[in-house]
T-cell receptor
Framework: QKEVEQNSGPLSVPEGAIASLNCTYSDRGSQSFFWYRQYSGKSPELIMSIYSNGDKEDGRFTAQLNKASQYVSLLIRDSQPSDSATYLCAVTNQGGKLIFGQGTELSVKP | DAGITQSPRYKITETGRQVTLMCHQTWSHSYMFWYRQDLGHGLRLIYYSAAADITDKGEVPDGYVVSRSKTENFPLTLESATRSQTSVYFC????????????FGSGTQLSVL
């Protein structure tokens, strides 16, 4: 079992819709959770971090964390074609190492 | 410009050759990291450094060597390149460690023939 798992996609949504990206992790002691966005041929950039159960909103982005279910998600409201990218979930495990999932490719169709 | 820079941007080498990838940051961040990115595996940590002269292994350290004599530089050396080391390599830095925001360089695409 991979430490951090994501569906590779591609996930295709129409412009204006809500995109829902999911991530599960195996280490129950994980404390820090991140979402990075990576455009094709570019380097990853941080868009959200979350450390406690519940929701965290930043503009059109909402991160959701459920430690009991070992599940973290990212919702993108009013999706735009410019949101088309690969979204990487990253989790800091008990050993203090940041582990990335393989990423979910999102395509927003005009 | 301030930031984190990697060189070269592209590199082609042959099996068995030594290759060094360079990483330089101007923020004086304590932590620096090397990741490789492969299809189906996402980003995997090779080595990281908490400060000058302090380095530690990540998930996939075999075949790689790092050094950090100065805070701003963190070179990655492949002592004897293998085809399995063909990948995109990203250097990153953070102010406070693995729980902090990582800033990535633009990457080095390495092909080992």
């Amino acid at each position: 079992q991979k430490e951090v798992e994501q569906n590779s996609g591609p996930l295709s949504v129409p412009e204006g819709a809500i995109a829902s990206l999911n991530c599960t992790y195996s280490d129950r002691g994980s404390q820090s959770f991140f979402w990075y966005r990576q455009y094709s041929g570019k380097s990853p950039e941080l868009i959200m971090s979350i450390y406690s159960n519940g929701d965290k909103e930043d503009g059109r982005f909402t991160a959701q964390l459920n430690k009991a279910s070992q599940y973290v998600s990212l919702l993108i409201r009013d999706s735009q074609p410019s949101d088309s990218a690969t979204y990487l979930c990253a989790v800091t495990n008990q050993g203090g190492k940041l582990i990335f999932g393989q990423g979910t490719e999102l395509s927003v169709k005009p | 410009d301030a930031g984190i820079t990697q060189s070269p941007r592209y590199k082609i080498t042959e099996t068995g050759r030594q290759v060094t990838l360079m990483c330089h940051q101007t923020w004086s961040h304590s932590y620096m990291f090397w990741y490789r990115q492969d299809l189906g595996h996402g980003l995997r940590l090779i080595y990281y450094s908490a400060a000058a002269d302090i380095t530690d292994k990540g998930e996939v350290p075999d075949g790689y060597v790092v050094s950090r004599s100065k805070t701003e530089n963190f070179p990655l050396t492949l002592e004897s390149a293998t085809r399995s080391q063909t990948s995109v390599y990203f250097c990153a830095s953070s102010e406070g460690g693995l729980n902090e925001k990582l800033f990535f360089g633009s990457g080095t695409q390495l092909s080992v023939l």
